[in-house]
């Protein structure tokens, strides 16, 4: 999707987050680390996320992405 332009034909200011690692610009082509960028903000401000694995790396979904929000949705399992 990212290497073949479909996300660029969707949104401008899409961005691709790889592994729940770094965090590339689609258009600027620059990257940081996760760690060292406000994702909780950035997921707060979308529209839509979308988690995209395929059955080989399916073992890892969300590379802890999914529990992170979801503690930040529902703290302490609310």
Excluded: S
Aim: charged share 20%.
């Amino acid at each position: 999707m990212v290497g073949d332009g479909i996300i660029n034909k969707m949104n401008a200011q899409c961005e691709f987050w790889y592994y729940f690692n770094e965090v590339h610009e689609i258009n600027g082509g620059k990257f940081t680390y996760i760690a060292f960028y406000d994702w909780q903000g950035a997921v707060d401000k979308a529209d839509c996320v979308v988690v995209a694995y395929t059955i080989f790396n399916l073992w890892q979904l969300g590379n802890g992405f999914i529990e992170r929000e979801y503690d930040h949705f529902y703290p302490h399992g609310q």
